[in-house]
């Protein structure tokens, strides 16, 4: 099983839309979790930190179920500007910094 | 903070050349990661040093590939001699004591012909 997975997508959505994508990871183990964002031919750039059941951010919200090992991103009020991949990885165990970042989920938001 | 700075932005080499990407992390970083990113595989850690140390080089897809950071302010990734599968976009990110947040730099796209 990969460290992290997440669905390709693309995720097409109306501007003013709600949509969520989720990121499951493999360690049990792991406590910490981040979202990136990327956008196109561009570097990651750190969007939202999960370290216990959740965070929100303005029209983010991100979400720690622990129980199946999954984080999810969900984004309110869609911009076209939120046009990105949001890359999810769990964030270094102590001791092993090994970061592994999941494929990546791409939205387009469309107007 | 100027932060992570990678050079060459592009790089167009013939196949059998040796490439040397560079990166600068930010200052006062102990992690530093090179990655490489294809639209097939996303996006690979190929290496990572913890103050100046490679800690993991697992990633790392061949002997044709080394990394090096000889002061904390400097490392440089080769690829000895290249191939057109090594046409991919590298990337090295730079982050803290804990390793919690990365900070990439804006890659270098490489192309192999």
């Known amino acids: 099983r990969k460290e992290v997975e997440q669905d390709p997508g693309p995720f097409n959505v109306p501007e003013g839309a709600t949509v969520a994508f989720n990121c499951t990871y493999s360690?049990?183990?792991?406590?910490?979790f981040f979202w990136y964002r990327q956008d196109c031919r561009k570097e990651p750039k750190l969007l939202m930190s999960v370290y216990s059941s959740g965070n929100e951010d303005g029209r983010f919200t991100a979400q720690l179920n622990r129980a199946s090992q999954y984080i999810s991103l969900l984004i309110r009020d869609s911009k076209l500007s939120d046009s990105a991949t949001y890359l999810c990885v769990p964030g270094a165990l102590g001791g092993y910094q090994k970061v592994t970042f999941g494929t990546g989920t791409k939205l387009q938001v469309i107007p | 903070d100027a932060g992570v700075i990678q050079s060459p932005r592009h790089e167009v080499t013939e196949m059998g050349q040796e490439v040397t990407l560079r990166c600068k992390p930010i200052s006062g970083h102990d992690y530093l990661f090179w990655y490489r990113q294809t639209m097939m595989r996303g996006l690979e850690l190929l290496i990572y040093?913890?103050?100046?140390?490679?800690?993991?080089d697992s990633g790392m897809p061949e002997d044709r590939f080394s990394a090096k950071m000889p002061n904390a302010s400097f490392s440089t990734l080769k690829i000895q001699p290249s191939e057109p599968r090594d046409s991919a976009v590298y990337f090295c990110a730079s982050s803290s004591h804990d390793a919690e947040k990365l900070f990439f730099g804006s890659g270098t796209q490489l192309s192999v012909l």
């Open positions: 040093f913890n103050n100046n140390v490679p800690i993991d």
């Open positions: 360690n049990s183990a792991s406590q910490s």
